[in-house]
């Protein structure tokens, strides 16, 4: 094999092991940008910033996912009575980045 074939090989192994990397931690932070994108924050706090309805702080470990996954679609399914705004029409990839980034506030 000629030395350039060798390089450009290596240049492609290493251009799509970066890729897998960024690809791995994007579900959380494009989950993070949902939940800014959805203002869940004017009722909910995270680390003391947001609002001060209640604090999702530990959520990760209180809820399973599919748990936080109701709360999301259909809040009246875990709380009869509760205020919290439901987001039934959120995009499937969405919500699932969404679920994936709160199940890491532990
Ligand atoms: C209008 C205010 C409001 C908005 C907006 C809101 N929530 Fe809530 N949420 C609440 C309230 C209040 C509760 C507590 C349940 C209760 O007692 O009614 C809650 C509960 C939750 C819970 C369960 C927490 C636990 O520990 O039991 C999760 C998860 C949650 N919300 C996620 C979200 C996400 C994600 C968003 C944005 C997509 C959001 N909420 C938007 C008011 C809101």
Do not use: F
């Amino acid at each position: 094999m000629k030395p350039a074939v060798i390089i450009i090989c290596g240049v492609v192994l290493l251009a799509v092991g970066v890729a897998i990397t960024l690809g791995l931690d994007s579900t959380v932070d494009q989950g993070r940008e949902v939940y800014a994108m959805q203002k869940c924050a004017l009722c909910h706090s995270v680390s003391g910033i947001g609002g001060k309805k209640m604090a999702l702080d530990g959520v990760g470990s209180r809820l399973k996912l599919e748990e936080i996954r109701k709360w999301i679609q259909s809040p009246r399914s875990m709380k009869a009575d509760t205020t919290m705004k439901a987001y039934p029409n959120l995009p499937r990839k969405d919500l699932s980045d969404l679920v994936a980034y709160l199940a890491t506030l532990k």
